[in-house]
């Protein structure tokens, strides 16, 4: 059964700061990862979705990369704003079809 | 364009009663799916269906029941609810299965006294 871990739980950072966020699966047969944003109270809102035969995906100051053979997925956040506090969560798409989620990363950007 | 909407935001029920809780989506998706979201826990498939009349048991199906009679609709029914059922779910929905970008309600906060 595949299992996505996310590294950290939380993470708190001045704004200004460029960071990543991890995600790691145990199954290397997928077909698609994709990074969510959600805000407290909130559903989810797809920020980039990575084939499996993609390496990388930016959109504006985000950037998702992906490495299918180590089972590690990164999410990179530019120039950190107040405004991209949220929890971020990564999900896998298996060859079963079926979308594995991680726990999500809490993200706390300080003014 | 209303996307994928939930209904009710939020409910309370008391052991042994039963609801529905409503999703729909206006993008004439095929896919669409259930989960619930636990404290401290990923995301977790309960119910999915790839097309009107088509349904299937996702990693949580137990309690739950589901249908698909329209494109537009998938409501999920708690038949007779327990406080391990205490959860927010969402709805979600996408063009395929697996492939697509999947768009997400607001979710149902329910709680099971």
């Known amino acids: 059964k595949q299992e996505v871990t996310q590294i950290p739980a939380a993470l708190s950072v001045p704004e200004g700061e460029n960071l990543v966020l991890n995600c790691s699966f145990t199954?290397?047969?997928?077909?698609?990862l994709q990074w969510f944003r959600q805000d407290p109270g909130k559903g989810l809102t797809s920020l980039l979705l990575i084939q499996s035969s993609q390496r990388e995906q930016t959109s504006g100051r985000l950037n998702a990369s992906l490495d299918k053979s180590s089972g590690r997925s990164t999410l990179y956040i530019a120039a950190s704003q107040p405004g991209d506090s949220a929890t971020y969560l990564c999900?896998?798409?298996?060859?079963?079809?079926?979308?594995?989620f991680g726990a999500g990363t809490r993200l706390t950007v300080k003014p | 364009n209303a996307g994928v909407t939930q209904t009710p935001k939020f409910q309370v029920l008391k052991t042994g009663q039963s609801m529905t809780l409503q999703c729909a989506q206006d993008m004439n998706h095929e896919y669409m799916s259930w989960y619930r979201q636990d404290p401290g826990m990923g995301l977790r498939l309960i119910h999915y269906?790839?097309?009107?009349?088509?349904?299937d048991q996702g990693e949580v199906p137990n309690g739950y029941n589901v249908s698909r009679s329209t494109t537009e609709d998938f409501p999920l029914r708690l038949l007779s609810a327990a406080p391990s059922q205490t959860s927010v779910y969402f709805c979600a929905s996408s063009v395929n299965r697996g492939t697509d970008t999947q768009y997400f309600g607001p979710g149902t906060r329910l709680t099971v006294l």
């Open positions: 199954d290397s047969a997928i077909y698609n």
């Open positions: 269906s790839v097309g009107a009349g088509i349904t």
């Open positions: 999900a896998v798409n298996g060859e079963d079809n079926d979308m594995r």
